[in-house]
């Protein structure tokens, strides 16, 4: 009975922290939440505002040929959660201080110094490489693929260009036994595009962020992707194909950007495993013979 009794207050005492854990959890997504929240209605009092900036390069490819920069939308909601859906994304972006800032000291007191140390950089370098490549997405790729896809469409020219402009391309409507596929971009169908183009561009980005953390981890080496290399060069071109318009030219700019990115990559985790091996090396661990592999 006494062995009992000291059984059910042993399992009292191992739940408590748990209990705190769980408590301490709950909290940080709570203010987490609440910063979104906040992040959202900031950002849905400027949604028109950023729902030009990523319709720039749509509006500036339309000019170019002669057209109205504007957008359409067919139902009479979609503009309003079309700027709902922007607001709800950039209020994230905004409120990413704090959600990291939360997760961070959640996961701290369970880490040694050494570790807080090697995870800190990774921290401030991922939302950097993530808007790095969101920008690239938006002021390179972005233009490009709308360019591309707009071509197989007829556009309507302006009255002033159509009037003006000898060279202004107006479709002729009295050409029997063909078919005008006039462009009216969409607003909802414009921001997907938009939006598509600059997570995957912020998440290749993320590659020398991931294959560091791993090599630090031990889990990858900078001889292994050396010898991966073939395997990476198909990878990143059905990426290419995948998350990139049907045309060679901007597959190219994202397979050279995407294995550049790689190749940092190595170098990284190449300069993690020499201080790794460096300190175990002074800790009597590591015996120089043991690092030989390693070398390339």
Known sequence: MTDATQTDENLDDSSAPLVEHLAELRTRLIRSVIAIMVGFLLMFAVSRG????????????LEERGAEAQLIFTAPQEQFFTQVRIAFV??????????????????????YRNEKNAF???????????????????????????RFFIGFGDIVPTIAAAIGATDAP?????????????????VRETLDISLKLIFAF????????????????????AKGLRDMRKYAVVGILVL????????????????????????????????????????????????????EGDVD
């Open 50 to 61: 950023l729902l030009d900036f990523l319709a720039g390069p749509i509006a500036l490819i």
């Open 90 to 111: 950039f209020g994230i972006g905004l409120a990413f201080p704090v959600i990291a800032h939360q997760m961070w000291s959640f996961v701290a007191p369970g880490l």
């Open 120 to 146: 800190l950089p990774f921290i401030f370098a991922a939302p950097f490489l993530f808007f790095l490549g969101a920008a690239f997405a938006h002021y390179v790729i972005t233009p490009l693929a709308m």
């Open 170 to 186: 107006v479709v002729d409507a009295a050409v029997t036994g063909t078919v005008k596929t006039v462009v009216l971009p969409s």
């Open 202 to 221: 912020g998440l290749c980005f993320q590659l020398p962020v991931l294959l560091t953390l791993l090599g630090k981890a031990g889990l990858v080496s």
């Open 240 to 291: 290419a194909a995948l998350v990139t318009p049907p045309d060679v030219f901007t597959q190219l700019i994202l397979f050279t950007v995407v294995y550049g990115l790689y190749e940092v990559s190595i170098l990284l985790v190449g300069i993690v495993e020499k201080r790794r091996n460096d300190e175990l090396r002074a800790q009597g661990l590591l015996d120089e013979e043991d690092d």
